[in-house]
């Protein structure tokens, strides 16, 4: 079993970073492609970026390319979110997920393991 915790969310206005964690544990942690998902009060839980288990691939949402980053430290089993230029439509319940298989995130209902979410509110 694979155990994910997410840290960093937080109040920030308009046009500010923060920095969101996820650490996984777990006797099978390590090599999992990791990522994050977010919802919005109201709206479907959507996908926002992704990476493999080396690092070497990643993948993002439209709607956050060239704003967040992600990244991962493999020998802290610990994958980042940085978001920059944040606006209000950014708000939302941010989540880590993992799986074994990088090309899930496409489909949120074969992804293995989820964490319990991190609130990101960003004001106007």
């Known amino acids: 079993q694979v155990q994910l915790v997410e840290s960093g969310g937080g109040l920030v206005q308009a046009g500010g970073s923060l920095r969101l964690s996820c650490s996984a544990s777990?006797?099978?942690?390590?090599?999992?492609?990791m990522g994050w998902f977010r919802q919005a009060p109201g709206k479907e839980r959507e996908f926002v970026a992704i990476i493999s288990g080396s690092g070497g691939r990643t993948n993002y949402a439209d709607s956050v390319k060239g704003r967040f980053t992600i990244s991962r430290d493999n020998a802290q089993n610990t994958v980042y979110l940085q978001m920059n230029s944040l606006n209000p439509e950014d708000t939302a319940v941010y989540y880590c997920?993992?799986?074994?298989?990088?090309?899930?995130?496409?489909?949120?209902?074969?992804?293995?393991?989820w964490g319990q979410g991190t609130q990101v509110t960003v004001s106007s």
């Open positions: 997920a993992a799986d074994r298989i990088y090309s899930n995130y496409r489909d949120q209902g074969r992804l293995d393991y």
């Open positions: 777990g006797r099978t942690s390590s090599g999992l492609a």
